[in-house]
Structures are given as structure tokens and as C-alpha cells.
């Protein structure tokens, strides 16, 4: 099980280029930058009952701050952050098809789970290689936006990711166990100021 953290900016600047004006004037222009990031997680499972429990830690201050130095970006440049939206499926899947329902919890420095996302009733040979959004529950939402907050303000949060199994169809057993590998994507909205210079065309 891991977790991988990527920022990609969503929003490229356009450098204006002035040839032939060797002396020209520059101005400073403070330029908003929005970048999206995600964070995701693979439980694999392999068991005979139906009530699976997987937890994976995301250092988000390591993987946060690798990618902010990868993109020569400092943290007190960054103006907000958030969670934009999550989404889960399956990348694996052994035998035949199971239905199941379930959570995908959210806990930060041990401070107890919270509801991300809630499914019910979902195939898993559906989801294969899919990424399937979801409605978000307000009580992860908050855990995460919080942990961001924080770690603008200096703080180095480690959050956790529960996948939390509930009703399985049919009935898991010895002769029959259920195989599969659960997968869920945190996306992360960032928005970043930065000063740069451009050509005063007056």
C-alpha cells in the first residue's frame, strides 16, 4: 500500500516576448496561479467475511513540501488549499464479481474517523479500472480542509485513509473468498500568488 502526491498546474502563463526593444520598460505583476494535486491509496483484500478494515498514513508535509521544492514554489506562497473532490475504484480482481458497500474514512493524528465518502451497493467488476466520483461527507471534508489550512500555517498534519467494508453479496467463505484491490483519489485545488516582471507596452 502506498500513497503518491502529484501537484500539476492547471493554469499556464503566457510569457510575453518583446524582441527588438533592448531597453524596454518592466512592470511587476502579481499572477494567480491554480494548481490541483492528487493524493491516492490502494488497499488490497483478501479474506472469507465481509467486514474488511484497511488504513493507509499520508504524510501530506513530506509529499507537500517535495513537490513545492520540485516546483520552486515556498509554502508562504500558497494563498489557499482544499479539497476539490474524491473518487474510487477497483485495479484488481480475482474470480467473479461481488457487490459491496462501504466507507472511506478520514482521520487526522489520531484524533478518530470521520465519512468521506459513502457507497452502497457497488460492483466491483463496474468499477474495474474506472475511477468513479462520489458525493463528499462534510465531516471529512472539514478534516481534510483543516489539515491544509494548518500546514499553511506551518504545521506538518499526517492524515489517515480507512476503507471500511460493510454488506458484501453474496456471502464471502473458505471455498470462496473476496479478492480485490480498492483504489481512492484525493484531488486538491491549490492556489498560489507569484510576482513576475512583463513588458510595460507604455
Known amino acids: ?6 501537484l500539476l498546474p492547471v493554469l499556464l502563463l503566457t510569457a510575453l516576448l518583446v524582441t527588438g526593444l533592448s531597453s524596454c520598460l518592466m ?5 494567480e ?5 492528487t493524493t491516492s491509496a490502494e488497499y488490497s483484500y483478501n479474506d472469507i467475511t465481509e467486514e474488511y478494515d484497511e488504513n493507509v498514513v499520508l504524510d501530506f ?11 520552486d514554489i515556498s509554502r508562504d506562497e500558497i494563498e489557499s488549499a482544499f479539497l476539490v473532490g474524491v473518487e474510487y475504484g477497483a485495479i484488481s480482481l480475482t474470480g467473479h464479481d461481488w457487490t459491496v458497500s462501504g466507507h472511506i474514512q478520514i482521520e487526522r493524528d489520531g484524533t478518530g474517523f470521520q465519512d468521506l465518502v ?16 462520489a458525493p463528499l461527507e ?17 504545521d506538518s498534519p499526517v492524515l489517515t485513509l480507512k476503507l471500511l467494508g460493510g454488506n458484501v ?9 473476496i479478492v480485490f484491490t480498492w483504489k481512492a483519489w484525493l484531488t486538491l485545488q491549490l492556489t498560489v500568488e507569484q510576482t513576475l516582471e512583463v513588458p510595460d507596452p507604455f
Do not use: C, H, W
Open 33 to 37: 496561479l491554480v494548481l490541483t494535486g
Open 27 to 31: 512592470k511587476e505583476k502579481v499572477v
Open 169 to 177: 453479496t453474496p456471502d464471502p467463505s473458505a471455498g470462496d473468498p
Open 61 to 71: 508535509t513530506e509529499e507537500l513540501n517535495q513537490v513545492l521544492e520540485d516546483a
Open 138 to 154: 462534510t465531516a471529512g471534508v472539514t478534516v481534510i480542509n483543516d489539515a491544509m489550512n494548518d500546514f499553511l500555517a506551518g
Open 1 to 6: 500500500m502506498k500513497a503518491i502526491l502529484r
Open 118 to 133: 459513502i457507497y452502497t451497493d457497488q460492483s466491483i467488476e463496474a468499477a474495474l479500472g474506472k475511477r468513479l466520483s
